[in-house]
C-alpha cells in the first residue's frame, strides 16, 4: 500500500503560479509512475500531467501544455507539479496517483491516490 500526500495548494491570481508536491507516506514511489488529475466542482477528473519511473517520459494535457511541468526530485521519491500563467479555470482540487510499469493519462490505471490540494485561481 503507497499513501501519499499532496502539497503546494493555495489562492493565487491569475497569471500567477505555485508549484505543487507530492510525496510518500511511510513508503517510497522510486518504482512507480506517477501523474497528476484535478477534479473542479461538478466536472469529472481530468489528467493534467503524468512521468515514467525514470523521470525521462511525461505527457500534458492539452489544456496545460506550454504552462505546467512535472517531474520527479533527485531521489525519485518526490513528484511536482510546477503551475505558470494560472488560470481561474485551473481552479480545482489536484490529486497525485501512483501506479506500476508506464504512465498513463487515464485515471482508471492508477490505483494510489493522494487526498487531494486545492488551487483557486482567482481573476
Do not use: P
Given at each position: 500500500?503507497?499513501y501519499?500526500?499532496?502539497?503546494?495548494?493555495?489562492l493565487?491570481?491569475a497569471?500567477?503560479?505555485?508549484?505543487?508536491?507530492c510525496?510518500p507516506?511511510?513508503?517510497?514511489?522510486?518504482?512507480?509512475?506517477?501523474?497528476?488529475f484535478?477534479?473542479?466542482p461538478?466536472?469529472?477528473?481530468?489528467?493534467?500531467?503524468?512521468?515514467?519511473?525514470?523521470?525521462?517520459?511525461?505527457?500534458?494535457?492539452?489544456?496545460?501544455?506550454?504552462?505546467f511541468?512535472?517531474?520527479?526530485?533527485?531521489a525519485k521519491?518526490?513528484?511536482?507539479?510546477q503551475?505558470?500563467?494560472?488560470?481561474p479555470?485551473d481552479?480545482a482540487?489536484?490529486?497525485c496517483?501512483?501506479?506500476?510499469?508506464?504512465p498513463?493519462?487515464?485515471a482508471?490505471?492508477y490505483?494510489?491516490?493522494g487526498?487531494g490540494?486545492?488551487?483557486t485561481v482567482?481573476?
Open positions: 500500500q503507497v501519499l500526500r499532496e502539497s503546494g495548494g493555495g493565487v491570481q497569471g500567477g503560479s505555485l508549484r505543487l508536491s510525496a507516506i511511510g513508503s517510497t514511489f522510486n518504482n512507480y509512475a506517477m501523474s497528476w484535478r477534479q473542479a461538478g466536472k469529472e477528473r481530468e489528467a493534467v500531467a503524468a512521468i515514467s519511473v525514470d523521470g525521462t517520459t511525461t505527457y500534458v494535457s492539452d489544456s496545460t501544455k506550454g504552462r511541468t512535472i517531474s520527479r526530485g533527485n521519491n518526490t513528484i511536482y507539479l503551475m505558470n500563467t494560472l488560470k479555470e481552479t482540487i489536484y490529486y496517483a501512483a501506479r506500476d510499469f508506464f498513463t493519462m487515464k482508471s490505471d490505483y494510489y491516490w487526498q490540494t486545492q488551487v482567482s481573476s
